[in-house]
Each structure stands twice: as structure tokens, then as C-alpha cells.
């Protein structure tokens, strides 16, 4: 077999092999972006390798999880989320790893933490920047040996577990500012899988959308033709801060208040994000905290673009860096600046864009409410 067609032969296989994975695991896209992340996920699955999963909030970073850990050779051992923001710090290190009766106050009897019940398995930690440095550190002794202690015990228990993480944060810059340490860092990061926004891969919304859609009408089992094409341009217009999880809340909620059996601008309009104004309209409107939001994600990515520049001027030892885009009621100058100016300086403009509403200002930020009253309590914000 010639090299030409031989090469036809195994980008056919592969283009299979990423239909049959997409329909079994609902991971839906044709993007070249999705591809390189789907078939990065594909090729590391069957080995031990730590995976970091990077991406906006709703990106499909657990879906790819699942994924990974289904086409592993520990897929017949447990897979256990954990979602590291969502449980407060104290009972994060007693539900990892365990601990014995009388431990602490309700510790009634010994209980075994996540990394034991996942062994032979894997654990996949999602929000991983949200952890303390304490548990970082028993963490990180996990991943290095494998090994670690009960609360309460001086018994070593060994595990075999393979650890995928996920973050939406910046990590480089928490490991700057001291909140992560660098060695679990590189320990994490042995293989990094980036899952784009979908405002970065729109030719993938229709696909996604008639996804959704027919699999709630087949659910309700009702008639379903499908888009008009006028749909599926508003939707493609949208810039869904949400990614995939707000599209799909969107076309489950339509499918299910509205029953169409096709669906149409007029049919989506009540239930979209109120970023568009009516069809044809391209614009975000002139007042409210949509552009406030807007207008403060391009501050932030302005920001961290001419980190990444002073970054590399420093490292290469040529001229100094230029001026940072700085609002001008702080007077920030440029020999004074470090990281925590700037963090203090975006967590400041998030609180001014949500009127101080500290809930929606971590959402914008992209981090924990309770990393952001720590950071508040440090900053003098409160």
C-alpha cells in the first residue's frame, strides 16, 4: 500500500474512531480546536500520566475526564470527582483522605477518604486551584509515592490512583503569587488538554444545539425537524460566557416550556441570555452590567497579555517592558507593579462591574466566593 493512500486509510480510521467516541460519550464537534483536544484525550487515556484539563467554567472539562478514564486500562476501578471549591477546606483533607474514629469531634468512626475507594482507579479533582497549600502538599506526596496518612493515624496507606485535575485559573500566576506550589504544578501538569470556549469554535454550536435538542424531544418524546437556519445564526452570534452548559440549559428549557417541532428565532428569543438585542441586531447594549462584563473580560485578557510580554522581555534580558493599561484613578507606575497590583487592580474592576456583588464578581474572575473574601480580607477591599 502506497504512502498516500495508506495515510487516507488511517485519517479515515481515526475520523471513525472520533464518531463512535463522540456518540458513546456525548462529546459533540467538528472544530479544529475540539479535534486536537479529543484526540490529545484520545492518545493519553491509556497510559498513567497526570492530565491537567484547562478551560473556561462549562467547556466539558469532566466530560473529557470521563472520557479519558473510560479508555484507560482502569476503567473497570472507580472514577471519583471531587469538586475541590465546593467543599470547605477542613472537610477537603478528611474526605481525600480519610480518617480515624475520634479524629476530630464527629469523627464517630473510621472513614475512608476518596483516594482509597479510587484505587486501581482514578481521581479526578476538579477547581484545583481552590486547594490550601496544606493539602497541596499531601497532594503532592500522593502523586510522588503514592502514599499518605488517615487523620487520626500514623498508618501509611498506599494507593495506586491516577490523578486527572482541572482548573479555569490561570495556574502560572497562582504559582507566582505563592497560592500554588510549583511542584505539585509540574506534577499536574504532565500532559495539559485545552478545551476552547465555544465563542472559539462556533461552527461547533448548530452541531451542539440539534444535539441537545433532539435528545430532550426524544426524552419527551415529541415530533423534532430541527433549526431554521435564522436560528442557528442567533445562536451562533451569541458569545455564551457559560460555554456549553448554558447553550445546552438554554435548548433543554425551550425544548421543554416551548415543545416546537422546529425551532425559530422567535421560538429561542424569550429564552436566550439578554446579551442580543432582537434579530439582526449585533451589538451589546449601550448600559447595564452585560457591558460592564464585557468590558471587563477584555481589561483582564489586556492584562494578562502584557504579563505574558514583561514575562518574556525579563527572561530574554532585552528592553524594559512596556506600560501596562492601568485605570488611571489607581496610578499604578511601572517599577512598582507586580502581580498582586494586578490582581488587586481586576478584583477591584470586577467588584465595580457587579456593584459589589462579591458572588458574581468570582464568577467573573473566574474563581472561588471564597477565595475571593480571602483575597479581600489581604488586599484591605473589604
Known amino acids: 500500500m502506497s504512502e498516500q493512500p495508506l ?15 463522540q456518540q458513546q460519550f456525548g462529546i459533540i464537534g467538528k472544530s479544529r480546536q475540539f479535534l486536537r483536544a479529543l484526540e490529545r484525550a484520545i492518545k493519553v487515556a491509556p497510559t498513567d500520566l497526570s492530565v491537567l484539563l484547562r478551560g473556561e467554567s462549562g467547556t466539558g472539562k469532566e466530560v473529557f475526564a470521563r472520557l479519558i478514564h473510560s479508555l484507560s486500562n482502569r476503567k473497570d476501578y472507580p472514577l471519583i470527582t471531587v469538586n475541590c471549591a465546593a467543599i470547605p477546606d477542613t472537610l477537603l483533607e478528611a474526605e481525600l483522605f480519610g480518617y480515624e474514629k475520634g479524629a476530630f469531634t464527629d469523627a464517630h468512626e473510621r472513614h475512608r477518604g476518596f483516594f482509597e475507594v479510587a484505587d486501581h482507579g482514578t481521581i479526578f ?10 493539602i497541596q502538599a499531601k497532594l503532592l506526596r500522593v502523586l510522588e509515592s503514592g502514599e499518605f496518612n488517615r487523620l487520626g493515624s500514623t498508618e501509611t496507606i498506599r494507593v495506586d490512583v491516577r490523578v486527572l485535575s482541572a482548573t479555569n485559573r490561570p495556574l502560572e500566576m497562582a504559582v507566582q503569587t505563592g497560592e500554588f506550589r510549583q511542584d505539585l504544578f509540574y506534577r499536574l501538569n504532565t500532559v495539559q488538554i485545552y478545551l476552547p470556549p465555544l465563542r472559539e469554535r462556533k461552527e461547533d454550536i448548530p452541531l451542539l444545539a440539534e444535539y441537545f435538542a433532539r435528545r430532550i424531544a426524544q426524552h419527551l418524546e415529541i415530533p423534532f425537524e430541527g433549526f431554521t437556519d435564522e436560528a442557528l445564526q442567533l445562536l451562533m452570534r451569541l458569545p455564551w460566557y457559560g460555554n456549553i452548559r448554558e447553550l445546552r440549559n438554554v435548548i433543554e428549557t425551550v425544548m421543554t416550556i416551548e415543545r416546537p417541532s422546529i425551532i425559530t428565532p422567535a421560538t429561542l428569543q424569550p429564552h436566550l441570555p439578554k446579551v442580543l438585542g432582537a434579530p439582526g441586531e449585533r451589538s451589546l447594549p449601550a448600559t447595564g452590567s452585560v457591558q460592564n462584563e464585557f468590558a471587563l473580560q477584555q481589561q483582564l485578557a489586556a492584562i494578562q497579555q502584557d504579563l505574558q510580554e514583561i514575562k518574556e522581555l525579563l527572561q530574554h534580558n532585552r528592553a524594559a517592558p512596556r506600560s501596562l493599561p492601568v485605570p488611571a484613578t489607581d496610578h499604578v507606575s511601572l517599577p512598582s507593579l507586580n502581580l498582586q497590583e494586578l490582581e488587586k487592580i481586576a478584583i477591584r474592576q470586577a467588584l465595580e462591574a457587579t456593584h459589589w456583588n462579591k458572588r458574581k464578581a468570582a464568577q467573573l474572575l473566574g474563581i472561588s466566593p471564597r477565595t475571593l473574601y480571602r483575597k479581600l480580607a489581604a488586599y484591605g477591599l473589604e
Open 125 to 134: 479533582l476538579d477547581e484545583i486551584a481552590e486547594m490550601s497549600p496544606k
Open 7 to 21: 495515510q487516507k486509510f488511517t485519517e479515515g480510521l481515526q475520523h471513525l474512531q472520533f464518531q463512535i467516541i
